[in-house]
């Protein structure tokens, strides 16, 4: 490997370790109770990895459904998931309010 190369892979390794401090900042000021709550609401939920798999899964299921379908990005895991909850209510449930 050549010099450039090994500080390349360095900056970049570096670059994930911040990604890594950064992710683990957030999930500590969450806060134990919260962190519980997003845990068991991503539990046993289809995960999504990109917006358009879920994009397609949703279109799939609306001929399904009674209720418009949304995606949403889950705070636990980071991958997507389909909901029937309008946005309003799942706003406030996603910060720790039951409407």
């Known amino acids: ?3 450039e190369q090994m500080r390349m892979k360095a900056m970049l390794l570096r670059a994930q370790a911040d990604e890594l401090d950064a ?4 999930v500590e000021s969450v806060g134990d109770d919260a962190l519980e709550r997003m845990r ?3 539990q046993g939920k289809k995960r999504y990895a990109t917006v358009e ?3 397609s899964a949703a279109a799939a299921r609306q001929k399904f459904e ?3 379908l949304r995606i949403y990005e ?3 895991c ?3 998931h389909l909901t029937k909850a309008p946005l ?3 706003a406030s449930f996603a910060h720790g309010k039951r409407p």
Do not use: I
């Not at 992710?23 to 957030?26: Q, R």
């Open 53 to 55: 798999a879920a994009g």
């Open 74 to 76: 889950c705070g636990f």
């Open 1 to 3: 490997m050549t010099p």
């Open 23 to 26: 992710d683990a900042a957030k």
């Open 66 to 68: 009674d209720h418009p």
């Open 78 to 80: 980071r991958q997507f």
């Open 88 to 90: 309003d209510r799942f």
């Open 40 to 42: 068991k609401s991503c």
